[in-house]
Structure formats: C-alpha cells, structure tokens
T-cell receptor, first 115, second 117 residues
Framework: KAGVTQTPRYLIKTRGQQVTLSCSPI?????VSWYQQTPGQGLQFLFE???????NKGNFPGRFSGRQFSNSRSEMNVSTLELGDSALYLC??????????????FGEGSRLTVL | AQTVTQSQPEMSVQEAETVTLSCTYD???????LFWYKQPPSRQMILVIR??????QNATENRFSVNFQKAAKSFSLKISDSQLGDTAMYFC??????????????FGKGTHLIIQP
C-alpha cells in the first residue's frame, strides 16, 4: 500500500507570491492533517480535514488555507508569502479523525523556501 | 492548552547501549494519547510507539518501551540495544482524545539522538 505522497518536494517562491501544496493520503484514509516544521517554532498544527470538512485549525493567519476533495486528497494554500513561511510542510493521514484513532501517518514533506 | 517539553536537545550513545529520552507534558484533559515519533534524516516522520492515557500498562514495541507516569505527567522512551538506524530526531507528542475537541498533535521540540558505532 502506498504511503502518504506530498508534492512538490521542494519549491522556491518570492515574497508576496502564493503557493499550493498537495497531499495524497494512504488509500482508505479519510483524514488529512497539515503541520508546519521550522527550526525556531518546531512542529505546529495547521489544520485537519475529514470528509471534505475542516475539523480543526491551528493558530495560523488566514493566509493559510486548505481543502479536501472527495477522493480525500488535500491541498493547502499560502497566500502573500512571507519570509517566515519558509518551512517544511508535513501532511499526515489517518483512517478517521486523528482524535478518534490517535495514529497519524506522515508524508516526507514539502520544503518551501521564500526569498 | 497543552504543552510538551523535551529537556534533552541532543543525546549520543554507543551502539548496543540502552538510552532513555525524557518527555513531560501538561494538560487538564483526562482522555488523551501520547506518542513518540522518529524523524530520520530523510525527514519522514514515523510512529515509534503510542500510549493511551487510560491504560496503566506501559506500551512496548520490540526494542522500544515507555515509562508512563500519569500523575507526574511524564512519558519517557527507552530504546534497548540501540542500533545505528536509530539515529534520528525523536519527538514526543500529545493528542486529545475523542470528545475533547481535537487540536491535532502537540509536539515537543525534539531530541536529536546519535548512535555511535
């Protein structure tokens, strides 16, 4: 069974641009969560989607948004990029909402660099 | 809000030794999960072990075991017979259980574990 797939793996953007990251969960998994990983702040929860609905959202500005499609694939979007958005963005999937199973499977991440 | 604290930024041990990574947490929740995740240099986060708060018995997975002290809010990871492949960042993480209003995983800052040959 294929794992969680994130694309692109690496990307470089300039300030003010926007970016869209994609995540394909493990087949059969209906929940997708997103995390931001930076050296300074560590790993921080962005949001969770389950059955195309945003279940939870972390403490991030409205520039960070996401969605989930009927096939459970998810995208996250960051608009008006700032230098501080440079990070590794991790996607995780689970069978049901993470709070119900307590177990997440992570992808390898998308490394975003903002210049 | 929950907090997770890992007080050891880096640890180094010899291959085959036993090593214990520390983690403390703070929460007012009664229903929750605790995890140890491993992030090797390739970056993919891998679940090492999971503990449900309502279970008194400590979780074990092969060479990995935890010492869960609920009253002390402590959740340490013991790696026995350490191997070179255990070299990675280890993150302790907390998640509220069902009905508690899930906020995703709350991670500690991580411990960089280096296994020396």
């Amino acid at each position: 069974k294929a794992g969680v797939t994130q694309t692109p793996r690496y990307l470089i953007k300039t300030r003010g641009q926007q970016v869209t990251l994609s995540c394909s969960p493990i087949s059969g998994h209906r929940s997708v969560s997103w995390y931001q990983q930076t050296p300074g702040q560590g790993l921080q929860f962005l949001f969770e989607y389950f059955s195309e609905t945003q279940r939870n959202k972390g403490n991030f500005p409205g520039r960070f948004s996401g969605r989930q499609f009927s096939n459970s694939r998810s995208e996250m979007n960051v608009s008006t990029l700032e230098l501080g958005d440079s990070a590794l963005y991790l996607c995780a999937s689970s069978l049901a909402s993470g709070s119900d199973t307590g177990e997440l499977f992570f992808g390898e991440g998308s490394r975003l660099t903002v210049l | 809000a929950q907090t997770v604290t890992q007080s050891q930024p880096e640890m180094s041990v010899q291959e085959a030794e036993t090593v214990t990574l520390s983690c403390t947490y703070d929460t007012s929740e009664s229903n929750y999960y605790l995890f140890w995740y491993k992030q090797p240099p390739s970056r993919q986060m891998i679940l090492v072990i999971r503990q449900e708060a309502y279970k008194q018995q400590n979780a074990t997975e092969n060479r990995f075991s935890v010492n869960f002290q609920k009253a002390a809010k402590s959740f340490s990871l013991k790696i026995s017979d350490s191997q070179l492949g255990d070299t990675a960042m280890y993150f302790c993480a907390f998640m509220k259980g069902s009905g508690g209003g899930a906020d995703g995983l709350t991670f500690g800052k991580g411990t960089h574990l280096i296994i020396q040959p």
